[in-house]
């Protein structure tokens, strides 16, 4: 998928994404306080849950919400997402590349 989405929206099992059975679930964490070497502000983030589900996904989102989470890194409730969230890079997609971007995101199975 563009902008490798999955490398980091897969489950996280056992140090690598299981893009088998996790497409979209979410969970790999990054930069504890205890790993030296990354930069401070990726600590304690958390890849999201990007699948269907309206509860612990985007299934609740509006397109607009999503869109505005992947090129401006505003979540839905108006926090500042973290990095390494690439949001700067997207910023630049067209909106059709966007919206192709939602409509493959929508087509995620939901996963609690």
Known sequence: ????CMEC???WSRGTSDF???LGHGGRPFAPT???GFDPAWRGSIAANVTS???DGIGAWTD???ARAIT????RDGHQLKPPMGYSFYAGLTGGDVRDIIAYLRTLPPLQ
Do not use: F, R, W
């Open 20 to 22: 088998k059975n996790g």
């Open 72 to 75: 401006k890194g505003i979540a």
């Open 9 to 11: 929206h897969a489950a």
């Open 64 to 66: 607009d919400e999503v």
């Open 34 to 36: 205890n790993v030296h």
């Open 53 to 55: 589900d309206p509860t």
């Open 1 to 4: 998928m563009i902008g490798h």
